[in-house]
């Protein structure tokens, strides 16, 4: 159930020898789905630059990189891959606001509970998805990241998966998340000049049903959107939910 099996394709995103052999292959950088310029605006919003921040399934991207270079202070990045965090290592051996070290999501037990003011995962919840025993995956991984975000912390979701497929895994009770959704288009996306429709604001959060679903008059100017889940873990006495600044 809740495997995203329409957007899988063969590979085995949730393997380690499979992003060894990856990482070696095509070497370089990479950004999945969106860069930091496109993102900065929800980052800044709900990160503190002072928050001491996880990137988890970092790969070779260079958003904490960019994200350093916007203030940023103290970003710890995890990756399944040996490979990728090797190579990482050496690139930013002179940078002391990012450090790295190899890790299954699934599996963070090296820190502490509450550890991080706010994780960021920019697709590796999707590639879990993709892997086999997917709903088991992924709530290993959400319990792993609920456990590490301090209370009125921030776990930030970039991925392609609609609320249909997303929200099941978020809603659970035991994470005591609140969350909001925004909507952006791919990079590249151009829109139809002759829609009619009011331009929307993509830093709006999109309204929801009371179940975190889209409303199903809700149309997407890009089918191929990326879904942004701002997941708040909240004190069970709070009832509000209100960004950082």
Same mark, same amino acid.
């Given at each position: 159930?809740?495997?995203?099996?329409?957007? %899988?394709?063969? &590979?085995?995103?949730?393997?380690?020898?499979? #992003?060894d052999?990856? &990482? $070696?292959?095509?070497?370089?950088?990479?950004? #999945?789905?969106?860069?930091?310029?496109?993102? *900065?605006?929800?980052?800044?919003? &709900?990160?503190r630059?002072?928050?001491r921040?996880?990137?988890?399934? %970092?790969?070779? !991207?260079?958003?904490? /990189?960019?994200?350093?270079?916007?203030?940023y /202070? =103290?970003?710890?990045?995890?990756?399944?891959?040996?490979?990728?965090?090797?190579m990482? *290592?050496?690139?930013?051996?002179?940078?002391?606001?990012?450090?790295?070290?190899q890790m299954?999501?699934? =599996?963070?037990?090296?820190?502490?509970?509450?550890?991080?003011d706010?994780?960021?995962?920019?697709?590796?919840?999707?590639?879990?998805?993709?892997?086999t025993? !997917?709903?088991?995956? !992924?709530?290993?991984?959400?319990?792993?990241?609920?456990?590490?975000?301090?209370?009125?912390?921030?776990?930030?979701?970039?991925?392609?998966?609609? @609320?249909?497929?997303?929200?099941p895994?978020l809603i659970?009770?035991?994470?005591? #998340?609140?969350t909001?959704?925004? $909507?952006?288009?791919? @990079?590249?996306?151009?829109?139809d000049?002759? %829609?009619?429709? !009011?331009?929307?604001s993509?830093?709006?959060?999109?309204?929801?049903? /009371? =179940?975190?679903?889209?409303p199903?008059?809700?149309?997407?100017?890009?089918?191929?959107?990326?879904?942004?889940?701002? %997941?708040?873990?909240? =004190?069970?006495? /709070?009832?509000?939910?209100?960004p950082?600044?």
């Open positions: 159930m809740y495997r995203d099996t329409s957007s %899988c394709n063969t &590979y085995n995103y949730g393997d380690a020898l499979y #992003w052999a990856r &990482y $070696i292959q095509e070497g370089g950088s990479f950004d #999945w789905y969106q860069r930091y310029s496109a993102l *900065r605006p929800f980052v800044r919003k &709900y990160v630059p002072s928050s921040v996880l990137m988890v399934g %970092c790969g070779n !991207a260079v958003m904490s /990189e960019d994200m350093v270079k916007d203030g /202070e =103290d970003i710890m990045n995890i990756d399944i891959s040996s490979v990728a965090i090797e990482m *290592r050496r690139k930013y051996e002179y940078i002391p606001q990012l450090k790295y070290m299954d999501v699934r =599996d963070m037990s090296f820190f502490p509970d509450e550890s991080f706010s994780i960021i995962d920019k697709g590796t919840l999707d590639s879990l998805m993709c892997g025993d !997917a709903p088991i995956s !992924a709530t290993q991984m959400l319990g792993e990241v609920s456990r590490l975000v301090k209370p009125g912390g921030i776990y930030m979701l970039i991925t392609y998966g609609d @609320p249909s497929v997303r929200m895994h659970r009770p035991v994470y005591n #998340w609140k909001l959704l925004y $909507i952006i288009p791919r @990079p590249g996306f151009e829109k000049e002759g %829609c009619s429709s !009011a331009k929307k993509y830093l709006e959060p999109v309204p929801t049903t /009371e =179940d975190g679903l889209l199903p008059s809700f149309v997407l100017e890009d089918p191929d959107s990326h879904f942004i889940y701002v %997941c708040r873990k909240t =004190d069970e006495t /709070e009832l509000i939910f209100t950082t600044h």
